[in-house]
């Protein structure tokens, strides 16, 4: 499959990936009788219900639900594993919220609290133009800056590096822009895809559930805000991702409820691109009674998630938050797609994360070759791919392995 369709709703998959699955998956025999009834109706293409998600998240064979997960991921994909070129800018660090999980934001007097304006913010992205396809820039919710200045941020960005997509703003900063610029959420939308903006990231849908939310975020969107605000960026022809911090004070039930909820609206739109989980890191943050997750639990999440929303063609092994290591399994189990050549981020360091930002596309191909996967690079609306041939690897780093 190397001759890619640029069908935006295909995004890299197989446009025959639901027969290659049946053909994989059958007969349901071969798998263990708990599961064999999950199996039939992934095999069906019928969507699983809540009960089957939390059976998935049960089930003591995680091997099985990870081999599952692989199939759907290989029927789409085979064993390309997606990345791209960018660099994450965060604005701004000041927030007029205080969500319990977050160790980035800061009060606007604090000593560390800083503000990037349009020229800072320019001569930050000049360093990394060359290298990058995408700027991914999320912040906190500036008091002053409303949609006027992102317009104009946006518009600049364009001006300065017309190659570059500008990938910004969860749907929790969409609503502050509306509120400070006394304009509906589609408006602010609307101006912000006139003036540049090319997606939305998926940020701050942490577990839609508003019972959760009260305690981790409280004062941030609502579930129903999220989801509509997505809905109107799709209406509006502006992809999204979507996203999912596991691992504070939510049950079982609430994650895959959460992904039904994703799905429900990808039905109706198809303007999600990707579905990235990720666990809570407790380091520097303020939930003490956070319940944390495992290795296994991430790798089971990514599994369950790929195969409780088989509409959304892509799900993301977010490394910046689950380590190289850990993203390099989850290539084998469900995920297809890996944040890229990063170069900067913030948000995720600062909340504990150790994984290394210096990568070029040489280190992150060997990360993807060692997973068994083929690297392809992307752009950031997956409609144009690049199968990536990295250098051949030293002698030093000659071990034969399976793969
Ligand atoms: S998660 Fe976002 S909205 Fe919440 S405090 Fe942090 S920066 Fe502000």
């Excluded at 049960?58 to 990345?83: C, D, I, K, M």
């Excluded at 749907?171 to 090319?198: C, N, Y």
């Excluded at 063609?313 to 189990?333: C, F, S, T, W």
């Excluded at 994984?355 to 060692?370: M, V």
Aim: include cysteine.
């Amino acid at each position: 499959m190397e001759n890619w369709s640029s069908d935006r709703k295909l995004a890299g998959s197989n446009g025959d990936w639901l027969e290659r699955l049946s053909n994989a998956l059958l007969p349901v025999s071969d798998w263990s009788d708990a599961i064999q009834d999950i199996v039939q109706r992934v095999a069906d293409g019928v969507h699983l219900s809540l009960d089957d998600g939390v059976r998935l998240y049960e089930h003591p064979n995680l091997h099985e639900v990870g081999q599952l997960a692989h199939h759907v991921r290989t029927s789409r994909f085979g064993n390309h594993a997606y990345f791209n070129s960018n660099v994450h800018i965060n604005q701004t660090n000041v927030c007029v919220l205080a969500c319990r999980f977050c160790a980035f934001r800061r009060g606007p007097k604090a000593d560390d609290a800083y503000s990037m304006d349009i020229q800072e913010y320019i001569v930050d992205l000049e360093r990394y133009a060359p290298y990058v396809d995408e700027v991914h820039s999320v912040g906190g919710l500036h008091p002053d800056w409303d949609v006027a200045h992102y317009e104009s941020l946006f518009k600049r960005v364009r001006e300065e590096f017309p190659h570059v997509s500008i990938k910004a703003l969860t749907a929790v900063e969409i609503k502050h822009l509306g509120q400070l610029s006394s304009i509906p959420t589609k408006e602010v939308l609307r101006r912000l895809h006139d003036a540049g903006l090319t997606s939305l990231p998926g940020g701050g849908a942490e577990i839609l559930d508003d019972d959760v939310r009260s305690i981790i975020c409280n004062g941030k969107e609502s579930s129903e805000e999220y989801i509509r605000i997505h809905r109107e960026a799709h209406e509006l022809g502006i992809p999204s991702n979507c996203t999912m911090l596991f691992g504070t004070v939510e049950s079982l039930a609430q994650r895959v409820q959460h992904m039904i909820l994703l799905r429900e609206l990808q039905s109706q739109t198809s303007g999600f691109q990707c579905f990235v989980p990720y666990p809570f890191l407790p380091d520097s943050s303020r939930l003490p009674q956070a319940q944390l997750a495992t290795g296994s639990e991430v790798l089971r999440t990514i599994a369950v998630s790929r195969l409780m929303i088989p509409n959304i063609p892509h799900i993301k092994a977010y490394r910046m938050n689950i380590g190289d290591h850990v993203a390099e399994l989850a290539l084998q189990y469900g995920a297809d797609d890996i944040d890229g050549t990063v170069q900067k981020e913030s948000i995720m360091h600062l909340a504990g994360s150790t994984a290394p930002l210096d990568h070029d596309r040489t280190r992150l191909a060997r990360i993807i070759t060692d997973a068994g996967c083929q690297p392809v690079q992307r752009n950031t609306t997956y409609e144009s791919f690049n199968v990536y041939v990295p250098p051949k690897p030293s002698p030093r780093r000659n071990l034969k392995m399976a793969q």
